[in-house]
């Protein structure tokens, strides 16, 4: 099976991909309140958020976030990932029930580090929803295996 | 009927300091948020890294303090220091670092890190939101 994934070697900069559509559900937000625990009335009631500036209930920020972590996974073949070492990221519009939401990402940098047997890939990422309209945005650090002798 | 109470942008104190208590990551935990995001555990045991995070603003719902009346979470950046495995005990130690006034609402930065029972630092960083003022 380690043939299949991909070693920092076998990563390029600039390597883009893009991942199917998920659409975000009812359910999806309802779980993910009772997983983290979040209640926030942005997420739960429905009665205040339709006097808000969205109109309705809103996804959590990180469930976007999470359902984009799972979508990546989806867009490219599985790296020889060791570590999630760091992120940097900026929720740009509501995601709403009903939406469906995927991820593009690129790889904008490859950084080798003290240990030959691994390297910090980082991969921007834009998630975007079904109107092509950016949601969130950021990047991501992974630590990576290096091929062995590589 | 009364309002629930909520903490508004005057209410942040900065620097004010704030300890959560504490949740003890399952499997049922790994199970659940796999299952909702496909983000996988790279092993048995491993907890993949955004869980903790978002198990930290839960966390934020269970102190003795109304809650932050946040009308948008703007962005964050996070490191992920040291492994979390399931059976850990995390908490999460907050401090707000910036308080700025602005004419819809306030924006506040607070700083944000998640230490498991050893007393270690796993994962660290900082949170930006949009919070609203009090009604006049």
Known sequence: MGELRRYFDDIELGEEYESPGRTVTEADIVIFAGLSGDYNVLHTDAEIMKQSIFGERIAHGLLGLAIQAGLFTRATQAYATLAFVGLRWKFKGPVKIGDTIRVRARVSAKKETSKGDRGVVTVERTVLNQRDEVVQEGETDLMVERRAGG | ?136
């Open chain 2, 1 to 136: 009927m009364s309002q629930p109470s909520k903490f508004y942008f005057e209410d942040v104190v900065l620097h004010g300091v704030l300890e959560t208590p504490a949740v003890t990551i399952t499997e049922a935990h790994v199970a659940l948020y796999a299952g909702l995001s496909h983000d996988d555990p790279r092993e048995a045991g491993a907890v993949p890294e955004i869980l903790p995070l978002c198990l930290t603003t839960g966390l934020g719902w269970r102190v003795p303090q109304p809650p932050l009346a946040v009308l948008a979470f703007m962005g964050f950046e996070w490191h992920a220091m040291l492994p979390v495995r399931v059976g850990d005990t995390i908490f999460s130690r907050s401090r707000t670092a910036t308080k700025r006034s602005m004419r819809d609402g306030g924006v506040v930065i607070e700083e944000r890190e998640v230490i498991n029972q050893r007393g270690e630092i796993v994962h660290k960083g900082k949170f930006t939101f949009l919070v609203a003022k009090r009604p006049v």
